[in-house]
């Protein structure tokens, strides 16, 4: 079974600063899905950006971007040049593209909450 | 059109009561997942349907929770005799398809049992 693990439980950042979220995984497999979601106190969950695991280019989304290292089974969340909105829990989560009956589902980590100081 | 929505927002019921928690996913999505997070925690996998049949229900806890989707769009989860350990919110995630990477969520439902 696959493990997704988030050892910060909590960041903080300065607003127009950077700010680097971890993430590390475990899994057999060599092809997947890699996200990071972002949860707000709403409670409804954004997808915030995704890796495809065949792929070595990290993937970008305007001011997030991942550091994927494979080998390293690691998926790091950058987001630059924070805003207040930025502020909330953030989801590491592992899909499996392999077929079968855990093929849909979402495994995520424990979550880390970024606090955004203006 | 609308997102997935979720009802009731928050259900309080006494233990042993049974509960229905209902998730209406976007239009036209096949793909329904269940997810229960516990406070301060991050989701975890209970049930997904494609169409109408439960393709997967490992993560389903117990024989008290159960899930349906009649007709292939609306689903409920059913909770029989409801314990403290139930409370939790329930998200409910809709895709295009079954091979959709994006699931699209709920706001949730938060659940406490008293």
């Known amino acids: 079974a696959q493990t997704v693990t988030q050892s910060q439980p909590e960041m903080s950042v300065q607003e127009a600063e950077t700010v680097t979220l971890s993430c590390t995984y475990d899994t057999s497999e060599s092809d997947y899905y890699l996200f990071w979601y972002k949860q707000p106190p709403s409670r409804q969950m954004i997808l915030v950006i995704r890796?495809?695991?065949?792929?070595?280019q990290n993937a970008t989304e305007n001011r997030f971007s991942v550091n994927f290292q494979k080998a390293a089974k690691s998926f790091s969340l950058k987001i630059s040049d924070s805003q207040l909105g930025d502020a909330a829990m953030y989801f590491c989560a592992y899909r499996s593209t392999a077929g079968g009956t855990s093929y849909g589902k979402l495994t995520f980590g424990q979550g880390t909450i970024l606090t955004v100081h203006p | 059109g609308a997102g997935v929505s979720q009802t009731p927002s928050n259900k309080v019921t006494e233990k042993g009561k049974y509960v229905e928690l209902r998730c209406d996913p976007i239009s036209g999505h096949t793909a329904l997942y269940w997810y229960r997070q516990s406070l301060g925690q991050g989701p975890e996998f209970l049930i997904y349907f494609q169409g109408t049949g439960a393709a997967d229900d490992s993560g389903l806890p117990n024989d008290r929770f159960f899930a349906v989707r009649p007709e292939g769009s609306v689903s409920t989860l059913k909770i029989q005799r409801t314990e403290r350990g139930d409370s939790a919110v329930y998200l409910c995630a809709s895709s295009y398809t079954l091979d959709s990477y994006e699931q699209y969520f709920g706001p949730g439902t938060r659940l406490t049992v008293t």
């Open positions: 890796q495809e695991a065949y792929k070595q």
